[in-house]
């Protein structure tokens, strides 16, 4: 994200943080704000509709209200996304549905970690890492998990800008590193 686009999305997560605290409904509004991001992130035609300043208004509002109803987007965030579009901030969508869900675990003591690992973790490996990562962090840890083969073994976590990396990938390059500067 450019400088100037986290400036524009912080600053309508914010107000949509407040706007959720007032009605109440902050966890259905980041469910609805995270489809819309995958939605739009995915079908590609919609998302050059809707940035597209010389496509008529009106179009691109039918084209969003197909895109809000596919999603079953309703209330706060409809609202949000509406907003956007009027204000030709719609391509933030992705940038603002993340410092929303940042901001909103920030207030509640929780954090979103992505653990990758050469092999599917099964659930009790997921569990007991989450709550290892909890402790560790003293927050509750919202864990999504990927497979990436090419790490040959281990893990590697993101939570936030910090990366752990027990993989055996790192763990050779390191070593070959090491054997190379001998």
Do not use: W
Request: charged content about 25%; some cysteine; glycine content about 10%.
């Amino acid at each position: 994200m450019k400088q100037g686009s986290v400036k524009v999305a912080r600053r309508y997560a914010k107000a949509l943080v407040s706007l959720c605290d007032e009605r109440g409904d902050g966890e259905v509004v980041r469910g609805h704000m995270q489809a819309m991001a995958a939605a739009l992130a995915e079908v590609a035609e919609a998302r050059a509709i809707l940035t597209n300043p010389s496509v008529a208004l009106e179009q691109r509002r039918a084209v969003l209200g197909a895109v809000v109803t596919a999603c079953g987007v309703s209330g706060t965030a409809k609202d949000m996304v509406n907003l956007l579009l009027d204000k030709g901030r719609i391509g933030s969508l992705a940038d603002i549905s993340k410092e929303f869900t940042a901001l909103q675990d920030a207030r509640s003591g929780r954090t979103q970690a992505l653990v990758t690992s050469a092999v599917a973790l099964g659930d009790g490996a997921k569990q007991r890492l989450q709550e290892l990562l909890g402790r560790l962090l003293g927050k509750q840890v919202a864990l999504d998990a990927q497979v990436d083969p090419s790490l040959l073994g281990g893990l590697v976590v993101r939570v936030g800008n910090t990366v752990y990396d027990a993989s055996v990938a790192n763990h050779l390059a390191r070593l070959r590193q090491s054997l190379l500067a001998d």
